[in-house]
């Protein structure tokens, strides 16, 4: 079992609210990814860290931000969440390998109203 | 990164054998093939990977296309807990990010 959690797993906000989706994992993987994903759809990447201090933005432009100052965290923050924005976020991680699984949390769904 | 064509969606029995077919000509020598399914309500999962040769675990089988352009998922007795969104992908290197595309949406009937 996947020892990689994300909360909250669902919120539901106001525009303009500031919010942070928390993703930690205790594995000691290096490698960490932020996927947005919404209802029947495909898995969007939007960041990506290699490790401590290393992000990157990943294929599909994305308002949010992330941080990476401990391996095991990985936050993504809307400093203002908009209708927009309202989708499911997936975490997951894994080794600094070029072939290594990747796991994933359960997901957080944010609904903006 | 190499992109994916499946079938949107497949419909199968239950113990029956599935197969879930996936192209990737553009993939490169040293792209890995990757295989991932999503439950509802759940995040995705990893199933099985390869990179030329076939592969089995306790979940499935990939068979990989001699020229690699296309690979194949097995599931040898299907159940209802098989139902799912079935993702192939194709990554490698120290850029190793995986993207995924809309795959495909397994039905198992009881």
Not at chain 1, 60 to 77: A, D, G, K, Q, Y
Not at chain 2, 97 to 107: D, Q, R
Request: proline letters at 4%.
């Amino acid at each position: 079992e996947a020892d990689i959690y994300q909360t909250p797993r669902y919120l539901v906000i106001g525009t303009g609210k500031k919010i942070t989706l928390e993703c930690s994992q205790t594995m000691g993987h290096d490698k960490m990814y932020w996927y947005q994903q919404d209802p029947g759809m495909e898995l969007h990447l939007i960041h990506y860290s290699y490790g401590v201090n290393s992000t990157e933005k990943g294929d599909l432009s994305s308002e949010s931000t992330v941080s990476r100052i401990r391996t095991e965290h990985f936050p993504l923050t809307l400093e203002s969440a908009r209708p927009s924005h309202t989708s499911q976020y997936l975490c997951a991680s894994t080794r600094l390998t070029n072939t290594g699984e990747l796991f994933f949390g359960e997901g957080s769904r944010l609904t903006v109203l | 990164d190499a992109k994916t064509t499946q079938p949107n969606s497949m419909e199968s029995n239950e113990e029956e054998p599935v197969h879930l077919p996936c192209n990737h000509s553009t993939i490169s020598g040293t792209d890995y093939i990757h295989w991932y399914r999503q439950l509802p309500s759940q995040g995705p999962e990893y199933v099985i990977h390869g990179l030329t040769s076939n592969v089995n675990n306790r979940m499935a089988s990939l068979a990989i296309a001699e020229d690699r352009k296309s690979s194949t998922l097995i599931l040898h007795r299907a159940t209802l807990r098989d139902a799912a969104v079935y993702y192939c992908t194709v990554s490698g290197g120290s850029n190793y990010k995986l993207t995924f595309g809309k795959g495909t949406l397994l039905t198992v009937n009881p």
